[in-house]
Structures are given as structure tokens and as C-alpha cells.
């Protein structure tokens, strides 16, 4: 029976280790004490807009019944128009930025132009030392193969 008496203790010291060992701090009361009428403020309001939102809309829904024929073509031709704006705007922004990368490039295209000729120039030079310096070698190694 006491063995039994045991077993039943260790669940609880088990979930005893996962709660904190001490109480919550003065700054964590005071933080609850005050947040928590603001917080019921806060969703007092939100129910008083909910309440005033939906007699709106019941006030409101007959009206749109009554002027849709109107107001649908018209909220399409709004939202059309606002459409091209936007794309207009942002084929507009594409192409100018398109334009800024091209004369970018160009300018750098110029500039670097005379750097990139003389780094070839000077690469045709380097490798054509390169090449003279192994028929060189060559030529010498046939003189050598030659008289031995």
C-alpha cells in the first residue's frame, strides 16, 4: 500500500517540476492589474462598433437592393479605371526604370571600353611571349635531340 502511496506521488512532483517555483513578480501583478480594464474597454468597444456595423448594414441593404442597377456598373467602371491607373503607372515605372539601366550600362560600356582594350592588348602580348618563349624551348630541345 505504501509502495502504491509512492507511485501516486511521483506523477504529481513531476508536473510540480514543470510549474514555476515561485510566485508571479510585483511588475507582472501590476502589468494584469492594469492591463486588464483596458483590455475590457477595448473589447467593449469593439462589441458597441460590431452592434453599429451590423444596424448599418440592415439599414443599408435595402438601399443597395434598390440602386444596384446602378451601382454595379458603376463600382466596375470604377474599379476598371482604377485598374488601368495602376497598371499605366506601373508599366510607366518599368519602362523608365528599363531606360535608367540601359544608359547605365552604356555609360559603362564607354568608360570601360579603352580599360578593356588595353587588358586585351596586353593579354595578346602576354600569350604571345607565351608562345614565342615555347618555340624557344622547343627549337632548343630539337638542336639538343640533334647533335646528341
Known sequence: MAEHYQLQQRPTEA???FLPQKGPSTS???AVVTL???AGVLLGLSGLILVGTVIGLAVTTPLFVIFSPILVPAVFALGLALA??????AFGITALASLSWMLNYIRLMKASSQEQMDLAKWRVQDTAGQVGQKARDVGQRTQD????
Open 15 to 17: 508536473v510540480k517540476s
Open 28 to 30: 507582472h501583478v501590476l
Open 36 to 38: 486588464l480594464p483596458v
Open 84 to 89: 488601368g491607373f495602376l497598371t499605366s503607372g
Open 145 to 148: 635531340v640533334a647533335r646528341a
